[in-house]
């Protein structure tokens, strides 16, 4: 399996732009979460997505920020227009709902960063 | 609110010596504690878990304590090696709250040679 897969690895835009993150989760988990990284505030949830249908975007810091996951495949994160204190990384995690092994555990991919000039 | 407060921010520790993170949680529905392991330039990545029901777990140098009725619980690294430099998450799952996981704030780990 080649995990949760992210593009682009590194995003930089100018300030006002369409921003787009993608994502492809593990083949046949349920769960698929966004976070935002940063040295400030950590790790925080953005929205999180059980069987393509968003179940808390509490998280989402704004309206300029949506989420959709069209399929069990694909997930996407727009913020439009970006601004500079959108500069983060932006990591993609799915898991199964179910406990499996020994251990339950999101997989992380590899994360986007973001840099908005 | 920091629903899982971890500490400390940092720790230094030479080579073969213990490393141990702290995390304290208030939440009494938290029934699944992992925790994670990031390098630089890389995604979480799960290290060791535990549930409340047992008090101990250990997987090579990792260890978990787990105390319930004082809700903590941390990692200790024992025989710590440089390749462990990293940054550490501790993590709390509420099932009814549809598997999510809220993360402490991140321990960096420097083991100097």
């Known amino acids: 399996d080649a995990g949760v897969i992210q593009s682009p690895r590194h995003e930089v835009t100018e300030m006002g732009q369409e921003v787009t993150l993608r994502c492809k989760p593990i083949s046949g988990h349920d769960y698929l979460f966004w976070y935002r990284q940063t040295m400030m505030r950590g790790l925080e949830l953005l929205i999180y997505f059980n069987n393509n249908v968003p179940i808390d975007d509490s998280g989402m810091p704004e309206d300029r920020f949506s989420a959709k996951m069209p399929n069990a495949s694909f997930s996407t994160l727009k913020i439009q227009p970006s601004e500079p204190r959108d500069s983060a990384v932006y990591f993609c995690a799915s898991s199964l709902s179910r406990v499996t092994g020994k251990t339950y555990g999101y997989t992380f991919g590899s994360g986007t960063r973001l840099t908005v000039v | 609110q920091q629903q899982v407060k971890q500490s400390p921010q940092s720790l230094i520790v030479q080579k073969g010596g213990i490393s141990i993170i702290n995390c304290a949680y208030e939440?009494?529905?938290?029934?699944?504690f992992p925790w994670y392991q990031q390098f630089p330039g890389k995604g979480p990545a799960l290290l060791i878990a535990i549930r409340p029901d047992v008090s101990e777990k250990k997987e090579g140098r990792f260890t978990i304590s787990f105390n319930k009725s004082a809700k903590q619980f941390s990692l200790h690294i024992m025989d710590s090696q440089p390749g462990d430099s990293a940054t550490y998450f501790c993590a709390a799952r509420e099932k009814a709250a549809g598997n999510k996981l809220t993360f402490g704030g991140g321990t960096r780990v420097l083991v100097k040679p």
């Open positions: 939440n009494t529905a938290f029934d699944y």
